[in-house]
């Protein structure tokens, strides 16, 4: 069997870290290509996270990296298109979200290649946002959905999809959490900070509907700020939210703006943090995992399991709502959760146990 993995962007790579580990253990059964579409290609939003998770390097790089939706698109769709021609898989493998999860699972299916989705399911009910889009239409073409919620598999049935299609495995995202979690490691604005564990918050803000109008940014990081009571706030910032965050003006003692971080360093941050704000889908299910309380800048999301089980608290995107939910925080009576079922560490072994079935 010839199963290509797709990777494209931040969030892909912790979820096929352990498929790939998994699959070395099964070479004589099952070959795998590791493509690599460079929607991101930074050291620090990609080849940081290849050499820290020891993901070998991919058989192919698309190089699409910058642009719209619609160019990064068309030019992962060209080029995954053209590499299948010259030489066909038995399935194309998809992981999580983002544009190139979409883009390759299109141009598989075209070819009559069977397309593999893990996390598929899951939904937020918010088409504003791309990555709704990018689920709707991949798992409108899945064959096999690998899953990590009820929920999820809730969804899918009630789109249509047979029983024999969605297999519930859990989430290989933890997999990557619980094997890395002994080897996390202390940055250096750690020390040169001053931190204490359960003594500073860590935020990630990277949504459009958050970043992209100065305005909307500034008053919740103001927020946030106030909320916090002088407790350092590390904000590593993505590129996206830089390019905005240079034009305004945000100037607070506590506020300590970082590059984007390694895997290992940013939840070794977030493990020993008091608090998790962020508008991030996946750190809301690490943060659940750790149990550190996080706090969403969303008005929906498409892991509920997350708050209904986890440590996660959907805020919205009003800043006024900031305030009540860090008094809550601060008056120690946050929700300390469970860990979802299936969320264990085995997920991508259960993957590649499946996947021997269908030789
Ligand atoms: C993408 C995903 C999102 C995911 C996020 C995590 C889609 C639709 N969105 O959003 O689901 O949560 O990644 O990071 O796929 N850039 C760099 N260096 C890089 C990569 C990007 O500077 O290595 C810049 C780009 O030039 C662009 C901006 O960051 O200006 C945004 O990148 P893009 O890939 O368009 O989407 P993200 O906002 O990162």
């Known amino acids: ?76 769709m060209e080029g995954y298109e053209a590499l299948l021609l010259e030489d066909m898989a038995d399935y194309c493998l998809v992981v999580g979200d983002v544009t190139s999860t979409m883009a390759c699972s299109i141009a598989a299916k075209k070819l009559n290649v069977k397309v593999i989705h893990v996390e598929g399911g899951i939904r937020s009910g918010d088409e504003t946002m791309p990555e709704e889009i990018n689920r709707m239409v991949t798992d409108s073409i899945t064959d096999v959905f690998y899953t990590t919620s009820d929920t999820a598999n809730e969804n899918l049935r009630k789109l249509g999809h047979d029983d024999e299609k969605i297999i519930f495995v859990g989430n290989t995202m933890i997999d990557t959490l619980l094997k890395y979690m002994p080897y996390f490691t202390k940055p250096k604005v750690y020390d040169e900070l001053n931190l204490r564990a359960k003594g500073y918050f860590v935020m990630t803000l990277h949504r459009p509907a958050n970043v992209d109008e100065e305005k909307k940014l500034k008053s919740l990081v103001d927020e946030i700020v106030k909320g916090s009571r002088g407790m350092p706030i590390i904000f590593p910032v993505h590129p996206r939210t830089a390019k905005i965050l240079k034009g305004i003006g945000i100037d607070a003692e506590n506020l300590h703006m970082t590059e984007p971080l390694g895997y290992l360093s940013f939840n070794y941050l977030a493990k020993h943090a008091f608090a998790v704000i962020t508008d991030s889908g996946g750190i809301t299910e690490e943060t659940t995992v750790m149990k550190v309380p996080c706090l969403t800048l969303r008005d929906n999301t498409e892991r509920p399991e997350t708050i209904t089980i986890g440590t996660n608290v959907l805020v919205g995107t009003n800043p006024d709502n900031i305030a009540p939910h860090m008094k809550k925080l601060h008056s120690g009576n946050w929700k300390t959760g469970n860990t979802p079922r299936l969320w264990d560490g085995k997920t991508a072994e259960r993957i590649v146990q499946d996947l021997l079935t269908r030789i």
């Open 1 to 76: 069997m010839k199963i290509d993995i797709i990777a494209g962007a931040r969030p892909n790579f912790m979820k096929i870290a352990p498929i790939i580990e998994a699959l070395e253990k099964v070479k004589n059964k099952i070959t795998y290509r590791l493509i690599h579409t460079g929607q991101h290609y930074d050291k620090k939003m990609s080849g940081s996270f290849f050499e820290e998770l020891g993901i070998p390097e991919p058989h192919v790089n698309l190089e699409v990296g910058s642009g719209t939706q619609a160019h990064q698109t068309a030019k992962i």
